[in-house]
C-alpha cells in the first residue's frame, strides 16, 4: 500500500518555473514506477512523466520533453517533477501515481495509487 501526496503547485508567468514533489508513505517506494499526470478542466487526465525504480529510466510525453525533468530520491520517498519554460498549456491538476514494477508505464489505467493533485497555472 502507497500513500502519495504532491506539494510545491502555484501560480506562475509564462516562462516560470516551479517543482513538484510527491511524498510517499511506505516501505517499499524503491519497487515502484512513479508517474505525473495532469488534468486540465474539461479534459482527460493525461501522462507527462514517468520513471523507474531505480530512476534507470524515464520517459515523457512529447508535450513536455525537453522542459520537464522527472527525478526520485528513494532515501527520501519522494518523486519530483522539475518545470522549466512553463506555458499556459501546462496549466492542470497534476497528479503523482505509482505501481508496483519494474516497467516504464504511461497508461492512466495501469497505476494503482494516486495522490490527491496540485494545482498549477500558468498565466500568460
Known amino acids: 500500500q502507497v500513500q502519495l501526496v504532491e506539494s510545491g503547485g502555484g501560480l506562475v508567468q509564462a516562462g516560470g518555473s516551479l517543482r513538484l514533489s510527491c511524498a510517499a508513505s511506505?516501505?517499499?517506494?524503491?519497487?515502484?514506477?512513479m508517474g505525473w499526470f495532469r488534468q486540465a478542466p474539461g479534459k482527460e487526465r493525461e501522462f507527462v512523466a514517468t520513471i523507474t525504480w531505480s530512476g534507470g529510466s524515464t520517459y515523457y510525453a512529447d508535450s513536455v520533453k525537453g522542459r520537464f525533468t522527472i527525478s526520485r530520491d528513494n532515501a527520501k520517498n519522494t518523486v519530483y517533477l522539475q518545470m522549466n519554460s512553463l506555458k499556459p498549456e501546462d496549466t492542470a491538476v497534476y497528479y503523482c501515481?505509482?505501481?508496483?514494477?519494474?516497467?516504464?508505464?504511461?497508461?492512466?489505467?495501469?497505476?494503482?495509487?494516486w495522490g490527491q493533485g496540485t494545482q498549477v497555472t500558468v498565466s500568460s
Open positions: 501515481a505509482a505501481r508496483n514494477t519494474i516497467m516504464v508505464v504511461t497508461a492512466v489505467h495501469e497505476y494503482a495509487y
Open positions: 511506505g516501505r517499499t517506494f524503491s519497487r515502484y514506477t
